[in-house]
């Protein structure tokens, strides 16, 4: 059942259209990590494909796991099937997902560690395939109004998990190289910045429609830092992106920004603003004068569901549907989520009416 619908003005898709600017009676919908382990579907086809890599580098796979929730929940957007590592990856970082342990890298320390790093774009080819098939499956299955997104994490973020070797509380060792030797890193940075505008390029030539940018540690780093890993990059990123495709929207989800969301919505030239849920109704109806927004509900209140689902995904259509928005979640689903949940939430969405 297709769930997604065009703005009646512009006759643009709605995810689109608000993007843009637009506003329509309905407000668009799509949440991160809508795609993965919450769903039973998913968890049957991942034990099939065997590694979490096996799947995104599968076109068929990983065309399917990005199908299932539009047949369950129609959103307007679908997310590629891919992830923000396959970066490192493509430069030839070994990596590895242990089940139940997240990602593992041989780490990144010093420049001595990654000046063998080399992008092989081949490695990357399977996920444009599956953006290829997705625009025909989504077509064939009668999305007409959903928009396909591709993605990237943003130098900074990706730059965590090489060299902290994967998921990390602290930061310790990549903010330490960041403050003792910033030169250096600046290269690690540029390296990933680099391959990340020829990755992206290359998603939007195999057709996606929008960019989302996953920073999801940028909330670890003080306003210097902040503005030299965070802002810049992500800035060259948007340049280079505009340069030959002006008209492709990308959306920047800087992660724990706080004070920081209003420098980032002025300077680095995304289009809209993903928000966390930390981020207060009051302050993102503030950032909403500046750009588009979209979040930010909580994950853990869609886990709960129930009244406090209900009331606190009113609130924030009752807050923010006057400017342009997009509902999300403030992060990605946490897979212990109940589907039915989903199916909830999507309803109390497509059902709002301005
Ligand atoms: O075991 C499994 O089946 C793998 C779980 C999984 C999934 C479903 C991982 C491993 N990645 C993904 C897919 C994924 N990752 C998508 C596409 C699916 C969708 O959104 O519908 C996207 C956009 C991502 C992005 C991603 N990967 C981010 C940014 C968003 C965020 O969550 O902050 C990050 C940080 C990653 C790294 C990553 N990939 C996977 C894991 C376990 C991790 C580490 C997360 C951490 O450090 O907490």
């Not at 843009?20 to 799509?30: D, H």
């Not at 490695?123 to 109004?145: C, H, M, N, R, W």
């Not at 903010?175 to 910045?193: D, G, S, V």
Request: proline share 6%; glycine share 8%; charged share 25%.
């Amino acid at each position: 059942m297709t769930g997604a619908v065009k703005n009646i003005k512009t006759g643009k898709k709605l995810f689109l259209s608000a993007l843009q600017g637009g506003r329509s009676n309905r407000i668009p919908f799509w949440f991160m990590r809508q795609a993965g382990r919450y769903l039973p579907e998913y968890r049957e086809l991942r034990a099939r494909a065997g590694g979490f890599l096996d799947m995104v580098y599968n076109p068929d796979f990983a065309t399917e796991v990005t199908m299932q929730p539009l047949r369950r929940y129609g959103m307007d957007a679908a997310i590629l099937f891919s992830d923000i590592l396959v970066i490192p990856h493509a430069l030839g970082q070994k990596l590895e997902f242990l089940h139940g342990e997240g990602p593992k890298f041989e780490p990144i320390r010093c420049e001595e560690d990654f000046k063998n790093l080399e992008y092989t774009e081949a490695i990357l080819a399977p996920v444009y395939e599956t953006i290829k098939s997705l625009k025909s499956q989504i077509q064939k299955e009668g999305f007409y109004d959903t928009a396909l997104i591709g993605f990237a994490g943003a130098p900074w973020t990706v730059a965590t998990y090489m060299v902290e070797g994967g998921s990390s509380r602290t930061f310790e060792n990549v903010k330490k190289w960041a403050y003792c030797n910033p030169e250096t890193f600046e290269r690690l940075i540029e390296l990933i910045t680099q391959t990340t505008i020829r990755y992206l390029l290359s998603q939007i030539k195999a057709g996606v429609e929008a960019i989302q940018i996953f920073d999801s540690w940028a909330g670890v780093l003080d306003e210097s830092e902040y503005n030299r890993w965070v802002i810049i990059p992500t800035k060259k990123i948007t340049q280079a992106l505009a340069q030959s495709h002006p008209d492709i929207p990308v959306i920047g989800f800087p992660k724990g920004s706080g004070f920081l969301y209003e420098v980032y919505a002025k300077k680095t030239g995304v289009t809209a603003l993903g928000l966390d849920s930390q981020v207060p109704l009051e302050k993102a109806d503030f950032l909403q004068d500046i750009l588009p927004v979209q979040g930010n509900l909580d994950p853990v209140c869609l886990l709960t569901g129930g009244m406090s689902l209900k009331n606190t995904a009113e609130k924030i259509l009752e807050k923010l549907s006057a400017k342009p928005f997009i509902f999300n979640l403030g992060h990605g689903v946490i897979k212990e989520t109940p589907p039915e949940h989903m199916a909830v939430l999507s309803e109390i969405i497509k059902n709002w009416r301005i």
